[in-house]
């Protein structure tokens, strides 16, 4: 079955670390979305990639990069680790044309 | 104005009675509307897609969209107590592919 999915599930870094998440799909999508979903804010759009090299900022990408070398996967970095940037991170993929996205896991970073 | 709008909730239904979950959006040019949805924890599932004006039904589920009021709706019958959860309205703006969501609905069936 396809699927995507998210590595580490659980990080705990310290503050100006480098850290890198990843994300594998297996739907063949286009499509791949990075959400940071914290309390009162619901899930908000860091970055995105409709296909390879193609990467665009969401709305709140400020302190992220990703890049798009395959279909398949969508590292997201986090340039300087701060607190701010504790949450939980969720991978997504969608096709082409206004389908469903399709979630991983989750990642559950924590900064210190 | 924000994007996706849900109220937060909590929004607290007795168990067998219908819970009524309820979006709206901005953007009028959107095409694809999604409902997912999030137990604590854990990642969003799909529960609903809905792309045409009117109701598609899906067991208990009813996903309704009107275009026209930029307003999205999920119902809920017949309410059970594992249905207890965030429900998440989302948007495909289709001018450009991306999805994005409301801060969702906590829902909880009171047995």
């Known amino acids: 079955d396809a699927e995507i999915t998210q590595s580490p599930r659980h990080k705990i870094t310290e503050t100006g670390r480098q850290v890198t998440l990843a994300c594998h799909q297996t739907w063949n999508h286009n499509n791949m979305f990075w959400y940071r979903q914290d309390l009162g804010h619901g899930l908000r759009l860091i970055h995105y990639?409709?296909?390879?090299?193609?990467?665009n900022k969401g709305e709140v990408s400020d302190g992220y990069s990703v890049s798009r070398s395959n279909t398949e996967d969508l590292p997201l970095t986090l340039e300087s680790a701060a607190s701010s940037q504790t949450s939980v991170y969720f991978c997504?993929?969608?096709?082409?044309?206004?389908?469903?996205?399709?979630f991983g896991q989750g990642t559950r970073l924590t900064v210190v | 104005q924000k994007e996706v709008e849900q109220n937060s909730g909590p929004l607290s239904v007795p168990e067998g009675a219908i819970a009524s979950l309820n979006c709206t959006y901005s953007?009028?040019?959107?095409?694809?509307f999604f409902w997912y949805r999030q137990y604590s924890g854990k990642s969003p599932e799909l529960i609903m897609s809905?792309?045409?004006?009117g109701d598609k039904e899906d067991g208990r589920f009813t996903a309704q969209l009107n275009k026209a009021s930029q307003y999205v709706s999920l119902l809920i019958r017949d309410s059970q107590p594992s249905d207890s959860a965030t429900y998440l309205c989302?948007?495909?703006?289709?001018?450009?592919?991306?999805?994005?969501f409301g801060k969702g609905t906590r829902l909880h069936i009171l047995p």
């Open positions: 809905i792309y045409s004006n």
């Open positions: 989302a948007v495909n703006m289709n001018r450009d592919d991306k999805i994005i």
């Open positions: 990639s409709y296909g390879v090299q193609d990467t």
């Open positions: 997504a993929s969608s096709g082409r044309g206004g389908t469903e996205a399709f």
């Open positions: 953007d009028r040019v959107s095409q694809s």
